[in-house]
């Protein structure tokens, strides 16, 4: 039972454009939630963050949007350049916040066209 | 300051051998975790050791799998006998305290296909 999901496999969006992508949890006890970025050979390495008592957190192009009634957040990245292009994991982790405790969701691709 | 090393990038091995998987994480890095990534699915915990002390091996799925950590350095993770299902890509990665999941940084992975 995945408590963390990325519905969405992949994505593509046009250069410039806005790209969305959403992360939807289960468990109520998650309280902080990452979003990492994987290009192919590589290793995830974290983008953002996003603690339970806000609802959006923002690092320039990029912003994270928690909404916690819906258990449901989403990263923007405005605009979506080439460089962009990867495998984008939400995860989240409970108040402890510990790196043993990251539940990952399955990972959206993410390509933006020149 | 070197990044969290794998060794190998890749292993091909026929179901009932044997495979061990290494990791040096970042110099002077005592949390050092394992995670699996299978079939394109999750990236999900394994293990984690506090210098050669193993905190927390709840995500091991099964005896198959054996981590260790000799004198807090290095660690190795071996399966034993491989199976089918093991084929994934193993990430292991390194922090300095135990912080939230901004501060640990990944390895590139070992991709493991079981034959």
Known sequence: ?114 | EAGVTQFPSHSVIEKGQTVTLRCDPISGHDNLYWYRRVMGKEIKFLLHFVKESKQDESGMPNNRFLAERTGGTYSTLKVQPAELEDSGVYFCASSRGDPSGNTIYFGEGSWLTVV
């Not at chain 1, 593509?12 to 949890?25: A, F, T």
């Not at chain 1, 957040?73 to 350049?81: D, E, G, T, W, Y």
């Open chain 1, 1 to 114: 039972d995945q408590q963390v999901k990325q519905n969405s496999p992949s994505l593509r969006v046009q250069e410039g454009r806005i790209s969305i992508l959403n992360c939807d949890y289960t468990n109520s006890m998650f309280d902080y939630f990452l979003w990492y970025k994987k290009y192919p050979a590589e290793g995830p390495t974290f983008l953002i963050s996003i603690s339970s008592i806000k609802d959006k957190n923002e690092d320039g192009r990029f912003t994270v949007f928690l909404n916690k009634s819906a258990k449901h957040l989403s990263l923007h990245i405005v605009p979506s350049q080439p460089g962009d292009s990867a495998v984008y994991f939400c995860a989240a982790s409970p108040i402890s916040g510990s790196a043993r405790q990251l539940t990952f969701g399955s990972g959206t691709q993410l390509t933006v066209l020149p």
